[in-house]
């Protein structure tokens, strides 16, 4: 699935089930609602896609024309910090409110974090490979190996959860330019799941 279908998949979801969603709910968990579809379509889209690619087939997709894919990259990341805020709104709403409603909106803010972070991930997977094959290299896996998207994964995840690569050497000026800004944003994910975290567990000790 090329990045402009999708995106349009992922929009058309999250439209829906926030229209649905609005009409039901305060408009705080609407918009984390139809962020989190569309984020879930993202992600399991991706994984559907990549899923059981070797090398030569994780080549061809990731250098496959599509000049829509930096944009849809952009509209995604700047979705998942935007849904950031919606977090917040969404527990000052949690606040206000009596159990179930409470626990109900205080656990769709912390999936929806879980959400834009797994979105995040995906993103930087796909940019490495595409950097990756485009250039012909700029990571050395210390083996003879080409990668797969098993093996991008492994940098983004690495990456988003250290802020460093490990057992990896990057060695290109663009693939390093991306990890600085994946790093950057896995530090404001991370910081946002440690305050959502506490947030969650001192409003349930508080009930």
């Known amino acids: 699935m090329i990045a402009r279908t ?9 439209l829906a089930a926030f229209a649905v969603a609005i009409l039901l709910s305060p408009w705080q968990i609407a918009d984390l609602v139809g962020w989190d579809v569309a984020g879930a379509v993202f992600v399991a889209s991706v994984l559907v896609s990549t899923r059981g690619k070797d090398p030569a ?3 061809t997709m990731a250098v496959m024309e599509d000049n829509s894919r930096v944009a849809a990259d952009a509209i995604l990341i700047g979705a998942s910090i935007a849904s950031l805020v919606g977090v917040g709104l969404a527990l000052v709403k949690a606040g206000s409110e009596q159990n179930p409603a409470h626990t109900l909106i205080t656990a769709l803010a912390f999936l929806s974090v879980v959400v834009s972070w797994s979105s995040v991930h995906t993103v930087f997977t796909l940019r490495y490979a595409r950097l990756y094959y485009q ?8 083996s003879g190996d080409l990668p797969d998207f098993g093996d991008f994964a492994y940098i983004a995840l690495t990456l988003g959860m250290t802020f ?12 390093r330019k ?14 946002v799941i440690l305050a959502t975290t506490i947030n ?8």
């Not at 250039?135 to 210390?142: F, L, S």
């Not at 460093?164 to 693939?175: A, E, F």
């Not at 969650?200 to 508080?206: N, W």
């Open 135 to 142: 250039a012909g290299g700029g990571i050395d896996w210390h």
């Open 57 to 59: 087939q994780t080549r």
């Open 178 to 191: 991306a990890a600085l800004r994946h790093a950057v944003l896995s530090y404001l994910f991370g910081v």
């Open 6 to 14: 999708r995106l349009v998949a992922c929009l058309a979801s999250g």
């Open 200 to 207: 969650v567990v001192a409003s349930l000790l508080s009930r």
């Open 164 to 175: 460093q690569v490990s057992d990896t050497d990057i060695n290109s000026k663009p693939i």
